[in-house]
């Protein structure tokens, strides 16, 4: 089990690792700092930590039988990380929706329109939904393939759309079409988002009842699926 760690932020870090080659792990054990828990995914976020101080985490791997594997460890301290000046003209703090650019702006998960302009009222098209999950796994290089026929190599949500395309989180139209700049519907963004949540290894599952809503019937079938 090999143990890999990135820093989110100052308080912040994704803690991730690989299975045991040859074995069907059923969960992971995992121990911070002393404190232990018990993990289904292969990845894990610490919060609450301090910069400069050393952290210590242990990953072991539990099979179907109950059997754990050897102990993997890793020990790593934060560095102090200096935000980037918020550059947005057109998002001013007490709007709701600052903090969540602001953070996915620190992340590196989306830009601006312009270098100074975030357009937070204009909607999103397919390709840009396709960058932002690709960003969020760390914006994996893929090589170009023809898949769609209106994706073609070098443009700017290329890349992404093979990514997602490859781990299932897209599909594309039933007439082979990915139809990049088309403004995504909210429930296309939310079957993406689903469909990302599983490519994690979260449970997916269907839990609440959402026949609720007033335009249920007009919900397509795909995204009602669990």
């Not at 994704?14 to 995914?41: C, F, H, L, M, R």
């Not at 969540?100 to 998960?109: E, K, M, S, T, W």
Request: charged share 25%; glycine share 6%; net charge neutral.
């Amino acid at each position: 089990t090999d143990v890999k760690v990135t820093q989110i932020d100052n308080t912040s870090a994704k803690v991730q690792w690989t299975a045991p080659k040859d074995t069907k792990v059923s969960q992971y054990v995992v121990i911070i700092n002393g404190e232990q828990k018990v993990v289904k995914t292969n990845e894990i976020t610490l919060t609450g930590l301090v910069v400069d101080k050393a952290n210590m985490v242990k990953v072991v791997a539990v099979d179907e039988n109950g059997i754990k594997s050897s102990p993997e460890q890793k020990v790593f301290t934060l560095e102090k990380v200096t935000e980037k000046p918020f550059p947005f003209e057109d998002v001013f703090k007490g709007q709701w929706y600052y903090e969540y650019v602001d953070q996915a702006y620190q992340l590196g998960l989306m830009t601006g329109a312009t270098e100074t302009l975030f357009k937070p009222t204009v909607s999103m098209n397919r390709g840009m939904v396709a960058i932002v999950l690709h960003r969020m796994e760390g914006a994996e290089k893929v090589a170009y393939a023809p898949i769609f026929p209106d994706v073609y190599d070098n443009q700017y949500f290329t890349t992404a759309v093979m990514w997602a395309k490859q781990t299932g989180i897209i599909t594309g139209y039933n007439n082979g079409t990915f139809m990049p700049l088309k403004e995504v519907t909210r429930e296309e963004m939310a079957t993406m988002i689903q469909r990302f949540a599983k490519y994690k290894g979260l449970d997916v599952t269907s839990s609440k009842d959402i026949t609720y809503f007033q335009d249920y019937a007009n919900i397509s079938t795909y995204a009602k699926a669990p």
